[in-house]
């Protein structure tokens, strides 16, 4: 029997046994025999309904066609439920990036090889001079995030014939807030923050190695509104050089040194101008490194000629505190960077030698791109036409002035004043091609010229580059 058949029954049962008795209290028996009749003709109504419903359910009755499976109640209460099934979409971005709901991976990669020239004095007795090249990075890593606002980022580098942890933290953001824990920068300087295949020449400012100038191991927090940049963090030291077992000061068991840092940034913008005002402090207490001496230090420009043209003697000192200042400005393909630090090394029972480098620049992109500014440094020239859709790709000029002084209280370090003059060709976003040529005028050079140590010297350098 079906569905429609049996409500069709069960109401005329259901009239037809209604109690006599109940029926006489309200209506006389004429009206009560009518009634009786008219429910039999309805009763025998439903008798013959049934038996033809009965007859037609041995056919096979068409089906009504079923929702869309993705709109069905139950489609959607699946679709909805958090533990659904999640697919993983594939995008690229120089690499292959992974991306499942809120979680994602980005898997980074870089190379960049070297070479140069560097033109001395003829009484400059010191191997670095001549032609010298090298593999200046390998680097390998990945980054994402893990949903929740937690992220992560891991790079290894092969570097100076070592293998190096580079930025290997994990984040949590959520509203203005970032708080990152690992091996990342300290915020010393907006030149060390811009990432080493973003920056306009080839290497950064000569104080930015001198002061040791590193990502070390530690746990910061950054807050971001409007035109207001804050950073602030305590760090030991970097990953590498804590894992140093041997013994002594110098050894990454013995490695309780440790740092307090921060940044503060202005960004306003005024129309079409980008603005960068920019102040960081920097305290450092070496404890147990403090036993052994320490060095300020410089190369003539080209990382791959590593003899140090700069260096103060040695340097048995207990903390060190140095602070920075940074003015910066885009328009269009238009930017301007000055920056001043100063370094002071805090000696037992002797006066306290302050340093200073400093640096400041003027750059353009011919084909009308800019660099770009985000979170308190500038970002990387992206080609508008390039090279295989119709244009040739991207070009940037830079002239910049280097400064640096590692003399003072007794302290005989040389000084540098260095002119730099970058082009840098993009013919394809990630891929990167850099021609700089470097004047370095030196005093009291650590390396001498026939007994000279007042001299310049001449450097020619180049870099083919991938960075994703």
């Known amino acids: 029997m079906t569905l429609r058949s049996r409500l069709a029954k069960g109401t005329a049962l259901a009239l037809a046994i209604l109690p006599a008795s109940a029926m006489a209290q309200t209506i006389d028996a004429t009206e009560a025999a009518a009634m009786r009749a008219q429910i039999a003709a309805l009763k025998a109504q439903v008798d013959r309904l049934e038996a033809r419903l009965?007859?037609?359910?041995?056919?096979?009755?068409?089906?009504?066609?079923?929702?869309?499976?993705?709109?069905?109640?139950?489609?959607?209460?699946?679709?909805?439920?958090?533990?659904?099934?999640?697919?993983?979409?594939?995008?690229?971005?120089?690499?292959?990036?992974?991306?499942?709901?809120?979680?994602?991976?980005?898997?980074?990669?870089?190379?960049?090889?070297?070479?140069?020239?560097?033109?001395?004095?003829?009484?400059?007795?010191?191997?670095?001079?001549?032609?010298?090249?090298?593999?200046?990075?390998?680097?390998?890593?990945?980054?994402?995030?893990?949903?929740?606002?937690?992220?992560?980022k891991l790079e290894l580098e092969l570097s100076d014939n070592s293998v190096e942890l580079v930025d290997t933290f994990i984040t949590y953001e959520k509203g203005p807030w970032l708080v990152t824990l690992g091996n990342h920068n300290s915020f010393q300087s907006l030149d060390e923050l811009i990432s080493d295949t973003g920056g306009a020449v080839m290497e950064r400012a000569a104080f930015t190695d001198a002061f040791g100038f590193e990502r070390r191991l530690g746990l910061s927090a950054q807050y971001r509104s409007g035109i207001l940049l804050a950073q602030a963090g305590v760090f030991s030291d970097s990953a590498d050089s804590l894992t140093n077992a041997s013994d002594g000061a110098n050894g990454g068991d013995e490695n309780n040194s440790f740092s307090v840092d921060g940044r503060v940034v202005l960004a306003p913008k005024l129309g079409e101008t980008q603005l960068h005002f920019a102040a960081s402090g920097h305290w450092r207490d070496l404890q147990r490194l403090g036993e052994a001496p320490q060095r300020y230090r410089q190369r003539a420009y080209l990382h791959s000629a590593n003899s140090r043209f700069l260096s103060t003697p040695p340097i048995l000192a207990e903390r060190e505190t140095s602070y920075g200042l940074e003015f910066a400005g885009e328009r269009g393909p238009l930017w301007w960077v000055g920056e001043a630090h100063w370094l002071r090394a805090v000696r037992p029972g002797l006066s306290d030698p302050t340093f200073f480098g400093g640096y400041g620049e003027v750059g353009y992109v011919f084909t009308g791109e800019s660099r770009g500014y985000k979170n308190g440094i500038f970002g990387v020239v992206k080609p508008d036409s390039p090279v295989g859709s119709g244009g040739w790709g991207a070009l940037q000029a830079t002239v910049r002035y280097d400064y640096l002084s590692l003399n003072d209280k007794g302290i005989v370090g040389g000084t540098q004043n260095g002119v730099i003059a970058a082009l840098v060709w993009t013919p394809i976003e990630y891929v990167r091609f850099n021609l700089n040529y470097a004047h370095l005028a030196y005093t009291d050079a650590a390396i001498t010229a026939g007994g000279r140590r007042d001299y310049s010297v001449d450097v020619l350098g180049w870099r083919a580059e991938l960075d994703f």
């Open 54 to 152: 009965n007859g037609a359910g041995t056919t096979t009755p068409t089906a009504a066609p079923m929702p869309p499976a993705a709109t069905t109640p139950m489609a959607v209460a699946a679709a909805s439920s958090p533990k659904a099934e999640q697919s993983t979409s594939i995008g690229w971005k120089g690499g292959p990036v992974f991306t499942r709901g809120d979680a994602s991976f980005h898997v980074k990669g870089r190379i960049q090889y070297d070479a140069g020239l560097l033109m001395t004095p003829a009484g400059v007795n010191d191997r670095a001079k001549g032609y010298s090249n090298e593999l200046r990075r390998l680097r390998l890593g990945g980054e994402g995030k893990l949903g929740a606002g937690f992220g992560y």
